[in-house]
């Protein structure tokens, strides 16, 4: 599903996909074998990343608004911690903190909501709320709502809601 078309019709979208191999399919970045973020990995990812960032900046006039989900909200969070110029704002659906307890830059102004699952076995409860209190002490406006649901997509549309209001506030 192209949920950014269902979230933000008539906004310009790019969907990268990750280029690490991970359980069959791909993901943005390496694990390690306990599950654990290979941050190495990930801070090479988000460069790469950045790079096509910098390209939508250029092409836009405006940094963008990031959507991500699971490994993607991921990595929507590491480029907010290693390149946040090129971040007006991000929706992280199922994350948790790309770098454990390094303290994020300065984001003043940047808008972020997070959507995590109260039954999500991929995270533990903590994920959200550690990504939270990081985002705030680094001067972003955070919303979060923990979700009952597990770590797939809410069935009762909640992310879908949430998500379309927080960004029609936005413009």
Not at 7 to 27: I, K, Q, S
Not at 104 to 115: D, M, Q, T
Request: with cysteine.
């Amino acid at each position: 599903m192209d949920f950014a078309a269902h979230v933000a019709p008539g906004h310009p979208r790019y969907l990268p996909r990750g280029r690490e191999p991970w359980e069959g399919a791909f993901t943005f970045f390496r694990r390690n074998a306990d599950r654990s973020i290979d941050e190495t990995n990930l801070a090479e990812r988000a460069r790469e990343m950045a790079r096509l960032l910098d390209v939508v900046l250029q092409r836009h006039h405006q940094p963008a608004l990031l959507i991500g989900f699971s490994s993607g909200a991921i990595t929507a969070a590491a480029l907010m911690a290693t390149h946040p110029g090129l971040i007006a704002g991000a929706v992280l659906l199922r994350p948790q903190s790309p770098f454990g307890e390094k303290v994020f830059p300065n984001l003043n102004g940047v808008s972020i909501l997070i959507l995590s699952g109260e039954d999500d076995r991929r995270r533990t409860r903590s994920d959200g709320e550690l990504l939270y209190n990081q985002l705030l002490a680094s001067g972003a406006t955070v919303t979060w709502h923990n979700l009952p649901c597990g770590h797939d997509f809410d069935a009762q549309g909640h992310d879908i809601e949430l998500t379309r209001a927080w960004v029609a506030q936005r413009g």
